[in-house]
T-cell receptor
């Protein structure tokens, strides 16, 4: 049984560019959440998708948007990248009991 | 504001020692609490999930407790090994069955051979 997978592993972008990160949830999971983890900090909640709709959102600007597909996979899009967007982006999937399982993350570097 | 705090930020122990990692949360109306392990530059590995109705959970050498009244959770690691070296994060869920997690900053554990 495959766990949560994310792509790409690493990404380097320049300020002002746009980026798309991808996540496939653990088999049988229907809810996908995205988190941002800056160096030395705990992960911060960005948003959560369920039934192809954004159900909850953390304190992140509208430059951060997402999508969930019918197969429950998800994308995170970030527009107009800033230096401060450099971080590890983590995807987590869960089912009704809310034990969350995380993927390996995508390391985004903005130059 | 709902916050999670982990103290100490770093801990170094000799191999074989039993140890306790601490996690405190500001709001006692917690739905569940989850402990994770994170190796450098990697994702999070779920260790234990404690529901609000439970007092503790055990998995192998790990035991996690939850005391809602005092706003505290502890992760007990028995007979520590160098392979236990990692950052340990606790996360509180206040949002119910589909809630998001509020994380502490973690405790970086180093187990010396």
């Amino acid at each position: 049984d495959a766990g949560v997978t994310q792509s790409p592993t690493h990404l380097i972008k320049t300020r002002g560019q746009q980026v798309t990160l991808r996540c496939s949830p653990k088999s049988g999971h229907d809810t996908v959440s995205w988190y941002q983890q800056a160096l030395g900090q705990g992960p911060q909640f960005i948003f959560q998708y369920y039934e192809e709709e954004e159900r909850q959102r953390g304190n992140f600007p509208d430059r951060f948007s997402g999508h969930q597909f019918p197969n429950y996979s998800s994308e995170l899009n970030v527009n107009a990248l800033l230096l401060g967007d450099s971080a590890l982006y983590l995807c987590a999937s869960s089912l009704y009991n809310n034990e969350q399982f995380f993927g390996p993350g995508t390391r985004l570097t903005v130059l | 504001k709902q916050e999670v705090t982990q103290i100490p930020a770093a801990l170094s122990v000799p191999e074989g020692e039993n140890l306790v990692l601490n996690c405190s949360f500001t709001d006692s109306a917690i739905y569940n609490l989850q402990w994770f392990r994170q190796d450098p530059g990697k994702g999070l590995t779920s260790l234990l999930l404690i529901q609000s109705s439970q007092r503790e959970q055990t998995s192998g050498r790990l035991n996690a407790s939850l005391d809602k009244s005092s706003g505290r959770s502890t992760l007990y690691i028995a007979a520590s090994q160098p392979g236990d070296s990692a950052t340990y994060l606790c996360a509180a869920n206040y949002g119910g069955s589909q809630g998001n997690l509020i994380f502490g900053k973690g405790t970086k554990l180093s187990v010396k051979p």
